[in-house]
Every structure is written in structure tokens, then in C-alpha cells.
């Protein structure tokens, strides 16, 4: 699933305007922190309810090295949106929130060789220009979120809020191998104990974090 900022906006655009026959104002915040930094649209429907959509990024990143022979190149794209709903169940800014998150979260790992060697598994291959090794590390595109947080309540004015939560799913490790080294004997099952130790540590991941504090404006 391909998330697409424009038309999350517009969603949320759409679910704010169902919401405009409450009395009471809406709140357009700006976001910092992890996953990134972002924009957010509040709308209380009561004291104690308000329902929320926002958008965060930290966008892509890439890089380069080369070691003995072997190319590494580096990539990760980080961003999400969100729909969410507060509940204050005390008299002040504290809420419990809880909702959904839509999630392009992906890191790319690719190992090039030339003349050098790589080692897989149990075994290092000696490798040309045209093999390589090519590793994805996924989030699930919709996770369930829950936190804790302060602010988005009924008001007008400055607003400043924070967030602590959690996108909650598992990440899925995959791995392919290409050019000679596909042709070796003996690589899928190398291939298989690469996995299970990249599995071991960041196949372990099965919550993305926020930490966030926002300012944001009520009208």
C-alpha cells in the first residue's frame, strides 16, 4: 500500500468538516520529534473527546561506502499518518489516545561486489560487479496506535500538546541474492541463517515509537 500525504490530508480535511457542527473550535498544531515533523488537525466534539489527523516524516535517506571491494548502499524512507481519538477522563490537558496509523516505514540495505568478497551464512563468495546481496527490513503499512498525551482539548488560542505512544506491528525481514552468486549450491541455505540473524535483532522490532510535542492554534 502506497501512503499518499495529499489525500490522507484530504481525509482528514473531510472527517474535520463532519465534525464542524460541534461548538466547539478546531485546532491546527505542528508536530516535532519521532517519527518526525509534521502537521495535525484537532477537532473536540466534547470536553472530553476530541478526534485528530496528522501527518509526520522524516522523509528518505541515503548513502554510499565502498569496503574491501564491496559497495554498500544505505536507504530508508520514514513517514506516517494517523487517525486518532483523545479521551480526558480527568478535568485538565491529560489524555489517553488511541487509533490507527498508516505507515511507510522501509530500510534497504545492498551490498555490491567487484573483485572482493561477501560472506553470507557460514560461507564468504568470492564476487563480480554483477552479484550482490539485497536486504529489506518493513513495517506493516496499518498498525494500531496507543498513548498517552497533553493537550488538543477544548480551548482557543496557543495550544502546546506532547505525545508518548506507539505504533504497535512487526517488523518482516527479506533477503535476495543476485548475478553468480544465485547459481551457488549452497546459498539458500546461507541465505536462510543470514535472515535468521538479522531476524534475531531488528526483526525483533514490533513497535514504532512517537514522542512528540506540538504548538499548535484554536480557532
Not at 40 to 59: C, I, K, M, N, V
Not at 121 to 140: C, H, I, M, S, W
Not at 169 to 181: H, I, P, Y
Not at 204 to 213: D, E, F, M, S
Request: net charge positive; glycine share 14%.
Amino acid at each position: 500500500m502506497r501512503f499518499r500525504p495529499v489525500r490522507f490530508c484530504a481525509a482528514a480535511a473531510a472527517l474535520a468538516a463532519s465534525c464542524l457542527n460541534a461548538a466547539h473550535a478546531g485546532e491546527i498544531y505542528l508536530g516535532l520529534g519521532i517519527p518526525g515533523v509534521g502537521l495535525g488537525y484537532a477537532q473536540p466534539l466534547s470536553p472530553s473527546l476530541t478526534l485528530r489527523g496528522d501527518f509526520l516524516t522524516l522523509g528518505s535517506r541515503n548513502a554510499t561506502e565502498t569496503e574491501s571491494g564491496i559497495r554498500y548502499d544505505g536507504s530508508f524512507k520514514i513517514q506516517r499518518g494517523a487517525l486518532l481519538a483523545d479521551w480526558f477522563p480527568f478535568a485538565g490537558t491529560f489524555r489517553l489516545t488511541g487509533g490507527a496509523t498508516f505507515n511507510t516505514f522501509k530500510v534497504v540495505l545492498d551490498a555490491s561486489g567487484a573483485g572482493g568478497t561477501l560472506t553470507i551464512g557460514d560461507r564468504t563468495y568470492a564476487t563480480t560487479a554483477a552479484d550482490g546481496l539485497n536486504v529489506q527490513v518493513k513495517f506493516p503499512s496499518t498498525t494500531p496506535y496507543i498513548g498517552i498525551g497533553w493537550g488538543h482539548q477544548t480551548g482557543s488560542g496557543l495550544r502546546f500538546s506532547a505525545d508518548i505512544g506507539a505504533s504497535i506491528g512487526r517488523a518482516t525481514v527479506s533477503a535476495a541474492v543476485r548475478g553468480q552468486l544465485a547459481g551457488q549450491p549452497d546459498i539458500q541455505s546461507n541465505l536462510d541463517k543470514e535472515l535468521a540473524e538479522l531476524r534475531d535483532g531488528v526483526g525483533k522490532v514490533r513497535a514504532l515509537p512517537q514522542l512528540t510535542i506540538g504548538i499548535g492554534y484554536s480557532f
